[in-house]
């Protein structure tokens, strides 16, 4: 029997934790010689298994038997690169069968500091097209597998042209660094032509931790004590002080193509914030919807005709963390807004992710849970049928 039983569930965000030639084997040769190996070794715990990563394309044959043997208790079982569909795409399908989600959103792990930060731009062009040929590519054979393309936002002429090819991929999502895109706000006139194509596409676009610096400014760690390793054991992803301000550039960056009219122009748009929290979204929704009313003398938000919250409730989805009080928010804010997620290898996704969201909606009405584990997702992805 499968762990997930008794409704649809759909998997907001998942992960592949990528070999070292994950991009490069999709690359050309000039871009090859360009490109360092991802390095996946220096991640604490996630990285335990990096040393037969690099050695093989897969888990050996008894390794994968004996997951097989874990059934539904697969979720519970081996994470980062030693779990059963890591980086292989054949074992990613038999884990889905024991995992039972219906589709499965797949973002890269360790790709996204070479396709979406740098400041080549021929280089961040040049390796989220290889990127995205090898995200395409894990997930070719399985339906289930919606893989996520990267998508630059520096030069709008070679960001359009990124996303027709990630569209013609069969990419199902577009993550885009939320920062300024090319010296603009997201909300520029330049971006309209593919905030449109995305639309007209059914591709979401995708904010993802990564897609902007997961750490503060070193100077907010000097206390003149020893700076701590993460919880995960590694020095190089995010700590508690991390944490309080993970998601504010989430924030800017939706708010101003809220505030840019984007939404407003592209009612088709839709957008999935994964990995980044939502705690933080009832405060924030309150806080947009009365700026927008107190500044609605500005022409462009006079010209608004839905709230920011109906706005996202309209064409945004958020993935809350599995310690995040899902009831609560909903309470505070609206249960169109939230979608499962199992984070699946990683271990921030729990052993049990089912488990402990049940546990958060306890309150919650059966239309409320339908809509956090499937209807929500489809509202999100309405290209999915």
Same mark, same amino acid.
């Given at each position: 029997m499968a762990y997930a039983t008794g409704r649809t569930y759909l998997d907001a965000d998942s992960h592949l934790m990528e070999r070292p030639d994950f991009i490069r084997e999709f690359a050309d040769a000039k871009l090859r010689e360009q490109l360092p190996p991802?390095?996946? *070794?220096?991640q604490g715990k996630t990285s335990a298994a990096w040393a037969e990563v690099v050695a093989q394309p897969g888990h050996t044959p008894e390794r994968v038997e004996k997951m097989v043997q874990l059934g539904d208790g697969l979720i519970a079982g081996p994470k980062g690169y030693r779990a059963l569909g890591a980086f292989n795409r054949e074992e990613r399908s038999q884990?889905?069968?024991?995992?039972?989600? /219906?589709?499965?959103?797949?973002?890269?792990?360790?790709?996204?500091?070479?396709a979406l930060h740098g400041?080549?731009?021929?280089?961040?062009?040049?390796?989220? &097209?290889?990127?995205?040929?090898?995200s395409a590519n894990f997930g070719a054979e399985d339906p289930r597998l919606m893989g996520v393309g990267l998508?630059?936002?520096?030069?709008?002429?070679?960001?359009?042209?990124?996303?027709?090819?990630?569209?013609?991929?069969?990419?199902?999502?577009?993550?885009?660094p939320h920062r300024v895109c090319g010296g603009r706000s997201p909300g520029h006139d330049d971006w309209d032509p593919v905030w449109a194509r995305l639309a007209e596409?059914?591709?979401?676009? &995708?904010?993802?931790? *990564?897609g902007s610096p997961l750490q503060l400014d070193p100077v907010w760690m000097n206390?003149?004590?020893?700076?701590?390793d993460d919880w995960q054991g590694g020095g190089e992803n995010v700590r508690g002080k991390d944490m309080i301000a993970l998601h504010q550039p989430a924030e800017l960056f939706l708010g101003a193509m809220m505030f840019d009219g984007v939404f407003e122009r592209h009612r088709a748009l839709r957008g999935l914030v994964a990995e980044l929290g939502a705690g933080w979204v009832p405060g924030w929704l309150r806080r947009l919807d009365?700026?927008?009313r107190i500044w609605k003398k500005e022409p462009e938000l006079g010209a608004l005709t839905r709230l920011p919250s109906e706005m996202a409730c309209e064409q945004l989805g958020f993935a809350p963390f599995v310690y995040e009080d899902v009831g609560q928010l909903i309470r505070e804010s609206n249960d169109s807004l939230y979608l499962f997620s199992s984070d699946y290898p990683?271990?921030?996704?729990?052993?049990?992710?089912?488990?402990?969201?049940?546990?958060?909606?306890? /309150?919650?009405?059966e239309k409320s849970r339908n809509r956090f584990y499937e209807d929500n997702f489809r509202r999100v992805f309405p290209g999915i049928g």
């Open positions: 991802l390095n996946g *070794g220096n884990a889905l069968d024991q995992l039972g989600f /219906a589709k499965q959103v797949v973002f890269t792990t360790f790709s996204v500091g070479q400041k080549d731009l021929d280089l961040m062009y040049a390796t989220a &097209a290889a990127a995205n040929r090898a998508l630059p936002l520096e030069d709008p002429e070679r960001s359009i042209r990124e996303a027709e090819h990630l569209i013609g991929l069969g990419l199902c999502v577009a993550m885009v596409a059914q591709v979401p676009f &995708a904010l993802h931790v *990564g206390t003149g004590r020893p700076v701590p009365w700026a927008s990683h271990y921030e996704g729990s052993k049990n992710p089912i488990e402990r969201f049940e546990a958060l909606l306890d /309150a919650a009405s």
